[in-house]
């Protein structure tokens, strides 16, 4: 079965800092990836995907994310955040072109002014 | 486009109380899917129905726990009898068939069991 893992449970970065957020998958084959974020009393929007090709995808509101697949990882940046980043970010991983996914725990990121 | 609508938004109710939570999936989505969230166990798949089918049920907690799909637009959750620790927030999302993992979520109904 798969699985994910997002090993920072809160982050703090400074309003116009870098960020990356951290995504380690299980999954014997080929994985479908997702980030999503939740803002507060919200549900989750999806911000990228990557599915095949290119490791490097695009999102909106400016994030990307990148596949390596010798690291099992798909790790979510942004180069420059703002303070209505602040918000709450999870990996997710399918099996399969179906829509079954599983979550990691999230990671809980705050915007220091 | 409206998106994915639940109700309730939030729902007190005493231990022992028939709960029923509602969903109206994006129209034209053929996949729907109820979460749960919790501090302790995180996004929970539930159970997760296709053209109004249940596909996989296996995360359905217990016996007390019950969903239907009677048509495309409406999708109902049921505890029965509701516990303190199925106190969580209950999300619904639908997706398109074929749009793997792009799943449109609602806004959630939190549920308090006292």
Sequence with gaps: ?113 | DAGVIQSPRHEVTEMGQEVTLRCKPISGHNSLFWYRQTMMRGLELLIYFNNNVPIDDSGMPEDRFSAKMPNASFSTLKIQPSEPRDSAVYFCASSRQGFAGELFFGEGSRLTVL
């Design chain 1, 1 to 113: 079965a798969q699985s994910v893992t997002q090993p920072d449970i809160h982050i703090t970065v400074s309003e116009g800092a870098s960020l990356e957020l951290r995504c380690n998958y299980s999954y014997g084959a080929t994985p479908y990836l997702f980030w999503y974020v939740q803002s507060p009393g919200q549900g989750l929007q999806l911000l990228l995907k990557y599915f095949s090709g290119d490791t490097l995808v695009q999102g909106i509101k400016g994030f990307e994310a990148e596949f390596k697949r010798s690291q099992s990882s798909f790790n979510l940046r942004k180069p420059s955040v703002h303070w209505s980043d602040a918000a709450e970010y999870f990996c997710a991983v399918g099996a399969n072109a179906g829509n079954m996914l599983t979550f990691g725990g999230g990671t809980r990121l705050m915007v220091k002014p």
